[in-house]
């Protein structure tokens, strides 16, 4: 992820800093483009040090479970990124196409680009929109529907593509005819509205390194999946890191396979046998909350949100706060460890959770005269989720 994102950052540089093409005499026009493309990269830079940050808080926690859950906080993250980067390669490539266009195409119309542009970048945001999110929900159904958004898209540049060398056959095609008429007649006073610049002699080269494949697929906007890549999505895919949709979905397009799946719940088989085609796989399945028939469980704040300026006095801030570590529990089992369905009356009982939590974060302080540092918080809730049979398996506050 870190190499992919740092070659996109290079070629929006490159791009901004041209003097011709997109950012040319027509700079107002096209360069909000690349503006955009700056944009989600932020939001992608953002979530990769995220990932980075929990990761390395987990590898420094004792708890082997917590460990899991703070890998497994860090797989939405994971999973945007992934997919925002193969958005933002697609978007690239395009802004090529744009860049050698202006730059030595002439003949064809800068509106006519413009407008493509206007509607590459509007099939686009939604699904960027929703990786954005990180919603769990909308990141599995932009996962789906992301093989096909980028067999669409290639359809898209190679439309573009032989659209501008078409427009540049029928430019040498007037200029002969202009030629021949001004050799004949020799009348002064004959002007075309033609462009004055001959086209080169070669064929014009459009977006080096946007090789077609016999798929179709734009080689260029690839990365390499590599056996070490493959064995690490299984790893992350079995520990429930990450998701076995949107692995599917990256793959796919990896290999140059947008074409759906082979029906309507099982996964293509090249990708069955490149994440090991066991139980584990076999049992998952492309669907979300609806198709499963289960309604929204509520969320349960593992770290007491009353006590938010405690967790954030001990480092709990930022991409680590509170809000990150909810879990989401049946709605019967989240009313009894606090108590009941009646609050205040449940912070009356000495077992409730948040008096049995920072109950013994109190204990662990005194006992150490300090404050406790953000992993020893988490060791002794993790102990305490064990206690109250509560998975460790994290998810965002949605506000829910």
């Not at 929204?296 to 954030?312: A, G, I, M, T």
């Amino acid at each position: 992820m870190s190499s992919s994102t740092r070659r996109i950052v290079s070629e929006f540089s490159r791009l901004k800093a041209s003097k011709q093409g997109i950012a040319g005499r027509h700079a107002d026009l096209f360069v909000p483009f690349v503006e955009q493309g700056i944009q989600q990269l932020r939001w992608l830079h953002a979530e990769l040090a995220a990932s980075t940050t929990m990761s390395n808080t987990a590898s420094e926690v004792d708890d082997a479970d917590m460990q899991l859950a703070l890998l497994r906080l860090t797989g939405p993250r994971l999973e945007a990124a992934m997919m925002g980067s193969i958005l933002l390669a697609v978007w690239i490539d395009f802004l090529h196409l744009a860049d050698v266009v202006l730059k030595q195409c002439p003949y064809y119309s800068e509106e006519r680009l413009l407008r493509k542009m206007h509607q590459l970048r509007k099939m686009m945001e939604p699904t960027m929109t929703a990786l954005a999110s990180l919603d769990p929900g909308l990141l599995e159904a932009a996962a789906t529907d992301l093989p096909a958004l980028i067999g669409h898209l290639t359809i898209e540049f190679g439309a573009t593509r032989e659209a501008v060398r078409t427009a540049a056959e029928q430019f040498e095609r007037m200029m002969r005819v202009k030629e021949l008429i001004e050799t004949i007649t020799a009348a002064s006073a004959m002007k075309m509205a033609l462009p004055r610049l001959l086209p080169p002699a070669t064929p014009i080269t459009l977006g080096v390194g946007l090789v077609m494949g016999s798929n179709g697929v734009m080689m260029g906007t690839q990365m390499v999946a590599s056996a070490e890549w493959v064995e690490m999505m299984r790893r992350l895919v079995r520990a429930g890191v990450v998701s076995l949709t949107i692995v599917n979905a990256v793959v796919r397009i990896h290999a140059g396979q947008v074409m759906m799946a082979q029906s309507h719940d099982e996964l293509p088989r090249s990708v069955r046998e490149a994440l090991g085609d066991g139980p584990e796989v076999g049992s998952m399945h492309v669907t979300g909350r609806a198709g499963a028939g289960m309604a929204e469980p509520p969320q349960h704040h593992v770290l007491p949100r009353e006590f938010r300026e405690w967790f954030e006095k001990r480092g709990f801030n930022g991409d680590m706060s509170i809000d990150q570590f909810c879990v989401r529990m049946e709605q019967a089992h989240h009313e009894a460890i606090h108590g009941g369905g009646n609050w205040h009356l449940g912070r009356t009982w000495p077992n409730e959770w948040n008096q049995t939590v920072m109950r013994a974060l109190y204990q662990a302080e005194a006992k150490a005269g300090r404050m406790l540092t953000r992993n020893a918080v988490l060791d002794i809730v993790a102990e305490v989720m064990v206690r109250y049979n509560i998975p460790l398996n994290f998810t965002p506050w949605r506000g829910r």
